[in-house]
Nanobody, 121 residues
């Protein structure tokens, strides 16, 4: 499985961005695609996860209401819609694939290369 994340960039506080994660290779309806982020000097942080079938999604409590995860299975793509962005959302955002609905980064088997999101104040 290969993952390609894109959509990052520079945005002002209060703005929005939509990240995309395109996957290739073997994918089952029970598989999960997750988003994580890592800010400079900080540990990688769970953001959201979604089952390929679309019937199970979870967004970190601290981000719920601003971030939404969705997908288009026909395009093998999972999206992370980020609204009302804050400077503290600045990080490299990674997508990952695994077989469990988990917030633990070590539980995901495959990782994309990351896309940088910078939120200016």
């Amino acid at each position: 499985v290969q993952l390609q994340a894109s959509g990052g960039g520079l945005v002002q506080a209060g703005g929005s961005l939509r990240l995309s994660c395109v996957s290739s290779g073997r994918t089952f309806s029970s598989d999960f695609t997750g988003w994580f982020r890592q800010a400079p000097g900080k540990e990688r942080e769970f953001v959201a996860t979604r089952r390929a079938s679309g019937d199970n999604t979870y967004v970190a409590n601290s981000l719920e209401g601003r971030f939404t995860i969705s997908g288009d299975n026909a395009k093998n793509t999972v999206y992370l819609q980020m609204n009302s962005l804050k400077p503290e959302d600045t990080a490299v955002y990674y997508c990952a694939a695994g077989t469990r609905a988990t917030v633990g980064a070590t539980e995901y088997d495959y990782w994309g290369q990351g896309t940088l999101v910078t939120v200016s104040s």
